[in-house]
């Protein structure tokens, strides 16, 4: 499974070997699935085969499959093969991974300890048989360095599998990784929640201490605080015990039952309580009313973003005078379920585009419109990023600004406009890797060169709101002209990408000056018009266009 949320190809280094031999070897490879045999190759140890571990047979299988398929970028199977084994170095330095024309080599502190022929090229490589032989090939060199590394041997399963995924990754680009069975539950935890009473633990001397007690969770309905121990679960004591475990005890099927003593803090008295499990997201909306102007913060994306804050829209739409305006704080939001930010951008727009992917994968193109009315109502919108800001986040900011909804404030943002593809492995770990590009409503890709403000805070400490809007207004042309060659810019051109975001350099303040400039900005209707339709006429173009 996958789920939505560069740089080149790694080199490979050719050995010379002998003309004959090699092509003794190429004979061999005709054989396919002969490979397994000890025949189809030589070395200094005979009839060395890959450990008989199912789970890491398939894992191997996928991992190569799914980047040879799915990254942005073409790698081929022979590339990936060689950095999968070379990722075993991570574990035994003295393993070194080759390869030339024909052959995969295998060395082991300095020497050549196998080499194995590559298959000929004239078969389908996307065929189920084409996959098995470059997965066997990989175990079979797997088994060889077994034999002769001791520490490869001693590692443990998990080790050996996250070396192997590793290293088919460590060339692609920075946002490519691998996580574990327990990083990726606790990624699964942040997008999709889990099944608990909604509490954070710390441990040490003594009984687990409650750290944090998510808002609306049922332990919050409970009545646990931070600074409550939790002396039993279920009957058993907690002392001395890890947050870990008495967190895993806590967790269990929605709709259950656990009991747990509670020593409040700055009490000695115990209570017993009785909690139902249910699913815990972790909060990523935070909100308050300034004058009838709705102030959201959202620190990311999960499952839960969009829906919170349509529902705190709602919630300021009841106070008396309406609502007046909106200020939504992307600063810092690293992005997080891409189709949560659509539906954030969603939120305030009532037709037309969001934006798109591209990608040489076509499960990875996609188009994204407005299917909903604008819950705001057209209410001013202000849109706050940073150097911080991200990916999904990106997208929401750059299709309010070039739908003319919204004006931004702050500093260029961060420019990442890749999308990942979250891939469940067999060994419940993950392997996330770029797969496509965003690009926004006007067609560009804000990857590698951010967002640009129409309003830039970045100037002295005494500047004042009311100035800063005013210079913004007379600059407008400035600003326009500065989004024309911004979204003509090839995102690869590092030198004029490097100088358009000099021109309002990449900030990491998350001050309340950003949030004063917004509220001075809404006070007047003219103004806020003036600068949210700044590049109106290009941007209309490409509309036409489509």
């Not at 190809?9 to 004979?27: A, C, E, K, V």
């Not at 590092?494 to 309340?512: D, F, Q, T, Y």
Request: charged share 20%; glycine share 8%.
């Amino acid at each position: 499974m996958f789920r939505l949320v560069i740089f080149g190809l790694p080199r490979i280094d050719y050995l010379p070997l002998n003309n004959g031999l090699s092509q003794w070897r190429r004979i061999g490879a005709t054989l396919g699935l002969c490979l397994l045999q000890a025949a189809c190759g030589t070395s200094q140890v005979a009839g060395i085969t890959a450990p008989d571990d199912p789970q890491t047979r398939e894992l191997v299988t996928q991992t190569i499959e799914l980047v040879a398929t799915r990254y942005i970028d073409p790698i081929s199977r022979d590339q990936i093969l060689v950095n999968t084994l070379d990722g075993l170095s991570e574990i035994d330095d003295n393993i070194r991974v080759g390869i030339t024309p024909d052959d995969l080599v295998l060395q082991y502190d300095g020497k050549t300890v196998q080499t194995i022929a590559l298959p000929q090229t004239n078969y389908d490589q996307t065929s189920a048989e084409g996959t098995q032989i470059w997965s066997e090939i990989t175990l079979r060199g797997l088994g060889t360095y077994r034999a002769y590394s001791p520490v490869l041997r001693n590692s443990q399963t998990s080790d050996v599998q996250a070396a192997l995924v590793s290293g088919a990754i460590r060339n692609l680009d920075r946002y490519s990784r691998y996580e574990g069975p327990k990083q990726a539950e606790t990624a699964r935890n942040r997008r999709d929640g889990y099944i608990g009473i909604g509490i954070r633990l710390i441990g040490g001397d003594g009984y687990p201490v409650v750290k944090l007690v998510h808002p609306e969770s049922p332990a919050a309905k409970a009545g646990l605080h931070p600074g409550d121990q939790i002396v039993t679960v279920n009957g058993e004591d907690m002392y001395g015990k890890t947050s870990q475990y008495a967190a895993e005890l806590l967790h269990g099927e929605e709709g259950s039952r656990v009991i747990i003593d509670v020593n409040t803090a700055g009490d000695r008295t115990i209570t017993p309580l009785e909690i139902v499990r249910e699913r815990v997201i972790d909060r990523t909306v935070f909100a308050e009313i300034r004058d009838n102007i709705l102030i959201a913060r959202l620190t990311s994306f999960n499952s839960a973003t969009a829906s919170t804050l349509g529902d705190n829209i709602l919630k300021a739409q009841l106070y008396d005078g309406g609502l007046k305006g909106v200020i939504l704080d992307l600063r810092g939001n690293r992005g997080g379920l891409l189709q949560q930010g659509v539906a954030v951008a969603d939120l305030f727009l009532e037709n037309g585009p969001i934006g798109n992917t591209f990608s040489r994968v076509t499960a990875a193109r996609h188009t994204f419109r407005a299917e909903t009315d604008d819950l705001t109502k057209g209410a001013p919108l202000i849109v706050l990023i940073d150097g911080r800001t991200a990916s999904s986040a990106e997208l929401v900011a750059a299709a309010l600004q070039d739908r003319n909804r919204a004006v931004l404030v702050g500093s260029t943002s961060f420019g990442k406009g890749s999308v990942q593809a979250i891939n469940d492995l067999p060994n419940h770990g993950t392997l996330t890797f770029t797969w496509s590009r965003m690009t926004a409503p006007s067609g560009y890709t804000f990857d590698r060169i951010g967002l640009f403000p129409a309003i830039c805070t970045q100037s002295g400490e005494d500047d004042t709101p009311g100035h800063q809007v005013s210079t913004a207004l007379s600059q407008r042309d400035q600003t326009a002209s500065t989004m024309v060659k911004w979204r003509s810019l090839d995102y690869r051109d590092e030198k004029n990408r490097r100088e358009l975001r000099n021109v309002c350099p990449a900030s990491n303040r998350s001050e309340e000056f950003d949030v004063k400039v917004a509220l001075e900005l809404l006070k007047n209707s003219p103004d806020y018009k003036n600068l949210a339709f700044v590049g109106q006429q290009e941007i209309a173009d490409t509309f036409d266009a489509n």
